[in-house]
């Protein structure tokens, strides 16, 4: 099984940059992902990571390191629309038939202030 | 417009009645499964399908059924609701072998 921690709540200020953290124990491993999720709305996706290392998209960037269970998410240039819930997930490795389980951290709700 | 629909988007129901969660996907998908979110718990899987007629328990079945009959829906279905299942139900589809899942934008029920 997996178990994934990341913080509950942050708090940042617009224009500045934040890091959200993610650690995970896993029995096997094959992605992980950040999906972002406005209060009452759908997750929607953001970034997927299979090898260590920064993956970059626009002002969102996410890197993750297998050998430590660790990945972050980096918003830049916050804005008063980056105000939501962050949820890291981890995919786990084939089993038979094919599928892969996703487990949910509980997520991070991040507040952009003025 | 690629997406999934689940209806309703809103229901009050009392325990025990029977309630059927709709999903529909026009992605031609053949993944989709079935979360419920709960404050402090987090998305947790209750169904998913990895094709039609195709499918398996999650973390959390007990209460529920689902059935694929056909490639696009997924219903979720609740014999015998209870107040332990008011929760916000989301529906997520995929491509095989494809790694971003699509969410539907969630059903909130209230059981009373």
């Known amino acids: 099984g997996q178990n994934i921690d990341q913080p509950t709540e942050m708090t940042a200020t617009e224009g500045a940059i934040v890091q959200i953290n993610c650690t995970y124990q896993?029995?096997?491993?094959?992605?992980l992902f950040w999906y972002q999720q406005h209060a009452g709305e759908a997750p929607t996706f953001l970034s997927y990571n299979v090898l260590d290392g920064l993956e970059e998209k626009g002002r969102f960037s996410s890197f993750l390191s297998r050998s430590k269970g660790y990945s972050y998410l980096l918003l830049k240039e916050l804005q008063m629309k980056d105000s939501a819930s962050y949820l890291c997930?981890?995919?786990?490795?084939?089993?038979?038939?094919?599928?892969?389980?996703?487990?949910f951290g509980t997520g991070t709700k991040l507040q952009v202030i003025p | 417009e690629a997406q999934v629909t689940q209806n309703p988007r809103y229901l009050i129901t009392v325990t025990g009645k029977k309630l059927t969660v709709t999903c529909s996907q026009n992605m031609n998908h053949e993944y989709m499964s079935w979360y419920r979110q709960d404050p402090g718990l987090g998305l947790r899987q209750i169904y998913y399908s990895m094709n039609v007629e195709v499918t398996d328990k999650g973390d959390v079945p007990e209460g529920y059924k689902v059935s694929r009959k056909e490639k696009r829906n997924f219903p979720l279905i609740l014999e015998s609701p209870s107040p332990n299942q008011t929760s916000l139900y989301f529906c997520?589809?995929?491509?095989?072998?494809?790694?971003?899942?699509?969410f539907g934008p969630g059903t909130r029920l209230t059981v009373t």
């Open positions: 997930a981890v995919r786990d490795g084939p089993r038979p038939g094919g599928y892969q389980k996703v487990t």
């Open positions: 997520a589809s995929k491509i095989a072998g494809g790694y971003e899942q699509y």
């Open positions: 896993t029995s096997g491993f094959n992605g």
